[in-house]
């Protein structure tokens, strides 16, 4: 997935996790956008549009159509198993096999409240799986999906100074941290730069359009798009940087 | 709210959000505890359990009875119209009506995914409204719900080297920054420190029982914990802080 896609080279396989429930949102311009500009450039795009599946996010034993133990939901326990016995309801093994498939994971969204609307949260909650996702000492640069790129596109209601280290919401990257670090990178996704639409609703058509203008430069480029470093496990010793003093006092404090 | 409880004092309301599909679980017995010790102290306590409650996490137009704009459904637009008409579903207004009688929010959960479990997210996205929550230029220290208290009682699945500047997953306070940031502090909630259990998976029987312990004294100074600052809004200039040359330099990025 290095370097940039040429004619040619073999198609990319995109897969879109949309989390909008109005048809006429910015957010449901930017996949229409992502689509067809996608398979214009000969590339494989598959979306799942959360609302209009009408998605459950909600995760226990309605995932699993096998049970380790009736008493006692231990969803991880529950996770490995179903992993390995085909244990999974037919709409969230769709979902498990789209993420297989992908080369490329975008997350589609509005940020509300600074997180993933519920909808898409439990679409991860459920979908990324002991076995399928996570695992067996695999995570990070050695995780089970290492090889896939992953990156959030998203809208948010202020302008670009509210998300600033001076404004109140503070820096994007810090909205974004547990996403990209707890979610895309802790299962082996390089995370790429995420792309974010600053007010969409106080702007107008001129800048809307220029922001979908470069949404379509992002998105032809994702194979080489910058990403955002990840902890590299070989510096680590199990989940803690190998640097032995600080170590040391963080393991006795 | 400030200074501790003491007898005789008007019993604090403590509002306990509960996001987790197992009774038996760690997160069970922390809010069992709180229930208990709060209650014999004189305290009013009410419990919404999430999960046992079938809480339905997915907002759009089943969150309200009311209709602004049946084409196009704008979230913001028709919770202020239905925060003026009482145009919310039923489950939805009682869970906002124990976010107006409580002093003191508490949430229960573990972290999935770095984040809150969907059905809690999705409780926030749908309780949390125009006109019950924030609006008419009321956020943060001047926010709607100013004056209460709110906390994050959770655990994690590792222990606490994991979550420190060295660990893989970063310091707990840049994982909850989006909850205290864009959810409590924005609605003027006091955010106390977040009471969080590391591995309670991982450790034993006596060092559970010295968590709960630890637990039973944070409940009973709830109005005297330590809080996290957050942005006071006399120093900012709209959202972003009143520094002019930062501020010129923000704006004109």
Request: charged share 20%; glycine share 10%; aromatic share 12%.
């Amino acid at each position: 997935m290095d370097g940039s896609w040429r004619t040619g080279d073999k198609p990319m396989r995109v897969f879109i996790v949309h989390a909008h429930h109005e048809p006429t949102s910015f957010n449901a311009a930017m996949t229409g956008e992502a689509v067809k500009t996608l398979r214009s450039a000969g590339h494989e795009v598959v979306v799942s549009d959360l609302y209009a599946m009408g998605f459950d996010p909600v995760s226990d034993r309605r995932n699993f159509t096998t049970v380790v133990d009736p008493n006692r939901l231990k969803q991880q326990d529950e996770e490995a198993y179903a992993s390995k016995h085909s244990g999974y309801s037919a709409e969230l093994q769709a979902e498990i096999d789209k993420l297989a498939w992908c080369d490329v994971l975008i997350f589609q969204f509005p940020i509300w409240w600074l997180g993933l609307p519920a909808i898409l949260k439990g679409w991860v909650d459920r979908v990324f799986t002991v076995g399928h996702a996570y695992g067996g000492g695999r995570w990070f640069d050695g995780g089970v999906l290492a090889g896939k790129r992953a990156m959030c596109a998203l809208t948010v209601g202020g302008l670009d100074p509210v998300y600033s280290e001076e404004g109140v919401y503070g820096p994007i990257e810090a909205i974004l941290y547990p996403v990209h670090r707890g979610i895309f990178a802790f299962t082996g996704f390089a995370v790429i730069a995420p792309f974010v639409v600053y007010g969409p609703n106080r702007i107008d058509d001129a800048v809307r359009a220029d922001y979908l203008d470069q949404y379509r430069k992002r998105l032809l480029t994702l194979p080489s798009a910058p990403t955002i470093p990840g902890p590299v496990m070989a510096d680590y010793d199990g989940f803690v940087r190998k640097k032995p003093q600080q170590n040391a006092a963080a393991l006795n404090k």
